[in-house]
């Protein structure tokens, strides 16, 4: 059974910093393209970034510059570097694991910036 589970999120302020983690678990972490993905409220989900099994990365032009995506295969775990935190990043943090027609999705964890 494929698991990906989100944590990290939380309250931070403008200008602060967090760092989300995806475990995956029940698949062959190394060759998925693997991704985090937002929704805030009444608004679609949208991409945040990616990482390629080739380290190959993707970043949303909203975030880039702020925000950096990394792997560590030996831990089946992505994570999300968030800094300069803005109140537009406030959203749902979804992490995604894609390979060919396999596609599957975390729980998501609640990202606030607010002061």
């Known amino acids: 059974q494929v698991q990906l589970v989100e944590s990290g999120g939380g309250l931070v302020q403008p200008g602060g910093s967090l760092r989300l983690s995806c475990a995956a678990s029940g698949i062959v972490f190394s060759l998925y393209t693997m991704g985090w993905y937002r929704q805030a409220p009444g608004k679609q989900r949208e991409l945040v970034a990616t990482?390629?099994?080739?380290?190959?990365?993707n970043y949303a032009d909203t975030v880039k510059g702020r925000f950096t995506i990394s792997r560590d295969n030996a831990k089946n775990t992505v994570y999300l570097q968030m800094n300069s935190l803005k109140p537009e990043d406030t959203a749902v943090y979804y992490c995604n694991a894609y390979l060919v027609s396999n596609d599957y999705w975390g729980q998501g964890t609640q990202v606030t910036v607010s002061s």
């Open positions: 990482l390629t099994s080739g380290r190959t990365t």
